[in-house]
């Protein structure tokens, strides 16, 4: 009799630990809270921090194109000419300008015959090939005028009248700081008239005076200082 009771009392305490080992396997595990309360945290944190890091990428690419632009505008202004009498270009954090120049003066005139028959060649020792219409190129000048870094000026111009090639002005120049003083080297007329360095686009008259024919007064190679 004792002995079957053990045996029960074994049998039944087994079924218990075996169902509560069943019931424990079989039950889900609940969520905790506070776990998703930090999920939540991190997320959002990266969500600001993205949103942050794209605000600052945007920053960076208006100031580069801001700077860009900046640099486009000060390259358009040092391309674009002004007009000074001419197109001229101009960098002026360089100090360097090119203006191109240059004018024509043609001589034209008519001398009828006195008796209103025309003549050529020498007739009664007398030359008629200059009489009737006639017309010339005086004046064919081209050239360049400007400045360059350190204070120096130059000046170049040529003379393609008359079927050749004839150097007109030809210089460097310098200009003291804090004094009225110009040195100028090169071809250019020498300071013997005022008519003679006046420039015959600005003459008071069509012709220079005659003495300066007679004096050869022309530019010469040389080394000069005024005003």
């Known amino acids: 009799m004792k002995r ?3 045996v029960r009392a074994l049998l039944a305490g087994s079924a218990l630990i075996l169902s509560s080992g069943a019931l424990a396997q079989d039950a889900e595990p609940q969520p905790d809270a506070s776990d998703a309360t930090a999920d939540a945290a991190i997320s959002q944190a990266q969500d600001l921090n993205d949103a942050e890091a794209k605000i600052e990428l945007l920053q960076a690419q ?3 194109l801001q700077e860009s632009i900046a640099q486009i505008q000060a390259n358009q202004a040092k391309a674009t000419p002004s007009w000074k ?3 001229e270009l101009a960098d002026k954090d360089s100090g360097f300008t090119f203006k191109p120049k240059g004018f024509m003066q043609f001589d034209a005139g008519y001398v009828g015959f006195p008796d209103g028959e025309e003549r050529n060649g020498t007739v009664g020792g007398l ?3 200059n009489l009737g219409w006639s017309t010339r190129a005086r004046r064919l000048v081209f050239g360049a005028e400007g400045s360059l ?3 120096f000026k130059y000046k170049a111009e040529f003379n393609f009248a008359q079927g050749k090639v004839d150097y007109e002005d030809i210089l460097l120049s310098y200009d003291f700081k804090d004094s009225p003083l110009t040195v100028t080297v090169g071809n250019f007329y020498p300071y013997s008239s005022l008519e003679t360095v006046t420039s015959s686009r600005l003459g008071s008259m ?3 005076a005659s003495f ?4 050869n007064y022309n530019r010469r190679l040389g080394l000069k200082i005024g005003l």
Request: proline share 9%; net charge negative.
């Open 212 to 215: 300066t024919d007679a004096f």
């Open 206 to 208: 069509l012709e220079r």
């Open 127 to 129: 030359n008629y090939n």
């Open 4 to 6: 079957t009771t053990i």
């Open 85 to 87: 009498g001419a197109p």
């Open 62 to 64: 208006v100031e580069a």
């Open 149 to 151: 870094p350190g204070g």
